[in-house]
């Protein structure tokens, strides 16, 4: 049988096997990779519904990475979800009228462990099979940049460098990421913006001899390997919360920004999982909120919110979506991204029973902070929240909804007191960072200056 391969969005170059899609991360044509077929799994439900958290990976993923070895995929799942530190790695707990989903148990209380953790994994068998090394390069406004450190940490033949704009990251995100200090591991702080960050990275990226002289990776959410981790969850929440409920059919809530997250919710439903509805929540940042509402997808400008991890201009995942849309058309995607790219917007036609969008301002995230903690005892972080007053818009008696958290409140301690008005929310790792030793070198927002800095790294430390 011929393995699963991976197509561009834009419909260049020839499709690749798993791991090469890994590695390569974004298409050489600008399209993001999709897989040929999705595997329609509904004659395996039943026989899934009792696996452990580990073992549903495993019979997810492997259908997706089959040029993976059998036993090195169950060794690198296993390694990747022990360092959650809940025993159902991500637990469903009732709260009100939802079901909250915890993907926040990971090293550092953020959902992105759940892919960035298996995605260091998975880097590393590839590089012990290739010989090859990787030098990942990201640009971060907070979380993605500790989640993607601490999957790379002390790992053989890769090196990290995290550009993050000094000053302008949370206190507590920069010290998540600065007290990490295996040798493979290098922050920046960079005398800028997120945005010059971004673009010093997209730059370097751009610079093809560079590229591929230190063998550049991305482990942005553009990289399948991050949806393809996500998809996992949507099925153990379902399990749970059918076997409790006896619910057929469930919904999900999930918190957005750029479609990544939301994106592994619908593949899942394309497989076959009974999901009938996809609630997609943004903050002020409401550009696919206004899409799923009206069709016309625009940029504004970015508004600073409580739920920064959400604060986005353009959904880097969104494209992905586009091609479903088009059928997997992929000369009507490209012609899409390229009217989005000269005018700035894009206007489709209706034709989405799956996704509902709604948005939550910061008055509103407040409030549902309040109301679950004063209500039910439940402390949700700034995101969280924004899924789960949206959730309330959507609730079905007949499908119970499920809300993605994806933070754990204590990463913003300000937004809960703000909502509070108490100090309620700690965690012994973020607590024990105050006292930790730091490392962080500091640049000018130049992309030669950074350029240079990763040249002479690379050649002093051998990975
Ligand atoms: C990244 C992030 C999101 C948004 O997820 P997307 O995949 O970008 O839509 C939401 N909440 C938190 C806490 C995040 O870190």
Same mark, same amino acid.
């Given at each position: 049988?011929?393995?699963? &391969? ?58 997706? @990475?089959?040029?993976?070895?059998? @036993? ?6 296993? &390694?990747?979800? *022990? ?84 000053? &302008? ?24 913006? +997120? ?7 997209? @730059? ?42 006896? *619910?057929?059919?469930?919904? +999900? ?12 919710? +619908?593949? @899942? ?100 902070? &309040? ?93």
């Amino acid at each position: 049988m011929r393995g699963m &391969r991976y197509v561009s969005t834009r419909g260049g170059g020839e499709p690749l096997p798993f791991c090469a899609t890994v590695l390569t991360g974004l298409a050489r044509d600008g399209g993001l990779f999709l897989p040929e077929a999705i595997p329609d799994v509904r004659d395996r439900l039943a026989a899934w519904s009792q696996l452990s958290y580990p073992a549903l990976a495993y019979e997810i993923l492997r259908l997706y @990475a089959d040029d993976v070895p059998a @036993a090195a995929l169950r060794d690198m799942i296993d &390694r990747s979800y *022990a360092t959650f530190r809940a025993p159902e790695v991500t637990p469903v707990v009732a709260a009100g009228d939802v079901q909250i989903l915890e993907l926040f148990h990971g090293p550092t209380l953020a959902f992105k462990d759940v892919a960035l953790q298996f995605l260091g994994n998975l880097f590393e068998h590839i590089l012990a099979r290739t010989g090859g090394e990787l030098n990942i390069v990201a640009a971060t406004s907070g979380d993605t940049g500790s989640a993607a450190i601490h999957g790379v940490r002390g790992r053989r033949r890769m090196r990290i460098f995290v550009l993050h704009p000094q000053g &302008r990251v949370s206190p507590m995100q920069e010290r998540q990421m600065t007290s990490v200090l295996d040798a493979n591991v290098h922050n920046l702080a960079v005398g800028g913006t +997120f945005d010059d960050c971004q673009n010093i990275v997209k @730059a370097l990226f751009n610079d093809l001899a560079f590229r591929d002289r230190y063998h550049l990776g991305a482990v942005n959410s553009i990289n399948w390997a991050r949806v393809l981790a996500q998809i996992v969850y949507y099925f153990y929440a379902a399990f749970r919360v059918q076997e409790r409920t006896g *619910a057929r059919r469930v919904r +999900f809530s999930v918190p957005t920004g750029n479609f990544g997250d939301i994106f592994a919710g +619908f593949v @899942a439903q394309r497989m076959g999982l009974p999901i009938d509805r996809l609630v997609l929540a943004t903050n002020e940042n409401d550009i696919l909120a206004r899409f799923f509402d009206t069709g016309v997808y625009q940029t504004g400008a970015v508004a600073p919110t409580l739920s920064p991890s959400m604060d986005i201009q353009v959904a880097s995942n969104f494209e992905r979506y586009l091609y479903y849309r088009a059928n997997g058309g992929a000369r009507q995607v490209s012609r899409w991204m390229a009217e989005f790219q000269l005018a700035g917007r894009l206007v489709l036609p209706a034709g989405d029973d799956l996704i509902r969008a709604g948005r939550c301002d910061t008055a509103a995230t407040l409030a549902t902070i &309040r109301k679950y903690w004063t209500a039910h005892r439940y402390l949700l972080d700034p995101h969280s929240a924004v899924g789960v007053y949206v959730a309330g818009q959507h609730l079905d008696p007949s499908a119970p909804m499920i809300c993605l958290a994806t933070a754990h409140p204590a990463k913003f301690g300000d937004a809960i007191r703000q909502a509070i008005g108490e100090d309620l929310a700690h965690h012994p790792i973020l607590d024990a960072l105050a006292a930790l030793p730091t490392r962080c070198a500091r640049l000018p927002a130049d992309r030669a200056a950074v350029a240079g800095w990763i040249e002479t790294s690379i050649s002093g430390s051998p990975a």
